[in-house]
């Protein structure tokens, strides 16, 4: 696990764009954090770094938001009004998780039994000065996001 220490909106944004650069077809990514944590905020730097030129919103209330016109669309979730896990089969998730694109789901934990068996976890934590980012990566495609990312080896710590 590594942790980044964020200082304001911009610099999340900025880390999650730079992220987007090392994503690949299939890619999950779960977020989970308390209300106003960030999710959103890293959702739209992730959207930025992948070509989305508006201001992407939270699909709170439609679950799933999709941006298909990308060379890496981006399936963006949000399953915090879930009120029974069978919504996500009615949504199809499978196609998403598995698909063409990069899934980012907010407040994954709630449904940690759908998640692939490999995966990015980003917590987000507040602190004081601003936010702690708790990231880990289950699977060496995701370790390798983090090396690039912040010059991590994680096989030299095996
Ligand atoms: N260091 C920081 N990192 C991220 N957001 C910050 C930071 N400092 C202040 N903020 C502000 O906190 C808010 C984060 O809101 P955001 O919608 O991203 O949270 P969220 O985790 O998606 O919440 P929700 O659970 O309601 O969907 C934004 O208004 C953002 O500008
Ligand atoms: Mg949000």
């Given at each position: 696990?590594?942790k980044f220490?964020v ?5 999340l944004?900025?880390i ?22 960030g ?83 980003i917590r987000f934590n ?5 936010r702690i980012l708790e990231i ?23």
């Amino acid at each position: 696990m590594v942790k980044f220490a964020v200082k304001s909106a911009n610099e999340l944004q900025y880390i999650a764009e730079r992220m987007a650069k090392f994503l690949f077809p299939g890619a999950f990514l779960a977020l989970n954090g308390d209300l106003g944590a960030g999710k959103t905020t890293f959702s739209q730097g992730l959207a930025k770094g992948l070509g989305v030129e508006e201001e992407i919103s939270s699909p709170t209330f439609t679950i799933i938001k999709q941006y298909d016109e990308l060379e890496l669309p981006l399936y963006h979730m949000d399953v915090y009004r879930l009120e029974r896990a069978e919504e996500m089969e009615d949504l199809g998730y499978e196609e998403y998780f598995y698909g063409d694109g990069v899934t980012v789901v907010e407040w994954a934990d709630n449904i940690k039994e759908l998640w692939p068996e490999e995966y990015l976890e980003i917590r987000f934590n507040y602190v004081p000065e601003g936010r702690i980012l708790e990231i880990n990566p289950k699977g060496r495609k995701y370790e390798e996001i983090i090396e690039e990312l912040t010059g991590y080896d994680y096989t030299k710590r095996r």
